[in-house]
């Protein structure tokens, strides 16, 4: 699917910066809508057909973190967080809610449009959900369709994002074997690594709440610290 086709939704209280973004995606080609507060873009999301969610964190009405919760119970979709300069909180609490990925304020608009580019394709690359087929990865409860890119839990399916769809898979086509976050992060995010430990934490911390019965305690998804994490057999 080409840039032309994909519509991309900018949420922001500062419009200078929503222009800003706009003129950068529009001149890829993208087609941009444009909200101001939380709000805007529940409704936007609702009545329009969005590719991917670029938000702000602080805003009115609505704040940006509570916005992605309420998306996410209804879209899986790639969201990027825009966040203050040295608001480590934000990009954690972002990630843990359930953005892909954030941007830190101010940003080079060149390096947000290929980070859009790259959600756009992660997303794409996991085809049709809707696909059946028998080629599976099964370890104890869990059972992972590889055509499908689902991960099923007792047989129910587990609703997992693309980048957490993408860890999964990593770590289950890999049983046993350790992950350092830096490997992790340029295998599932397709760049350099620095300073990642806390954005792989996120995601690993957010999968195993959504396929552990016991989170505190892992059955399957496991740190071994000081190394990586990895998947253990059963």
């Not at 843990?96 to 608009?109: I, L, R, W």
């Not at 995010?189 to 806390?198: D, K, P, R």
């Amino acid at each position: 699917m080409d840039n032309e086709s994909k519509n991309i939704l900018v949420v922001d209280d500062d419009r200078e910066i929503v222009r800003a973004i706009a003129l950068t995606l529009e001149g890829e080609g993208y087609t941009v809508f444009k909200a101001y507060d939380g709000m805007e873009a529940l409704d936007l999301v609702s009545t329009k057909n969005v590719h991917l969610i670029i938000i702000d964190v602080m805003m009115p009405r609505l704040d940006g973190l509570s916005a992605i919760m309420r998306i996410r119970e209804g879209r899986n979709l790639p969201i990027i967080v825009l966040s203050a300069k040295g608001e480590n909180s934000d990009k954690i609490l972002g990630l843990s809610m359930g953005a892909d990925d954030y941007v830190t304020k101010p940003f080079n608009p060149m390096e947000l449009a290929a980070r859009v580019k790259s959600q756009l394709r992660r997303y794409t690359s996991l085809g049709d959900i809707n696909s059946r087929g028998e080629n599976v990865i099964i370890n104890g409860r869990l059972r992972f369709n590889l055509d499908e890119h689902v991960l099923y839990a007792d047989d129910e399916p587990i609703k997992l994002t693309a980048t957490e769809t993408k860890i999964v898979e990593l770590l289950m086509r890999n049983p046993g074997r350790i992950f350092p976050a830096e490997e992790i992060y340029s295998k599932i995010w397709n760049e350099s690594a620095y300073s990642t430990e806390n954005t792989v934490m996120v995601h690993i911390r957010r999968i195993r709440e959504k396929i552990e019965i016991n989170p505190s305690e892992p059955e399957y998804l496991k740190v071994v610290w000081g190394i990586g994490y990895k998947f253990e057999k059963h």
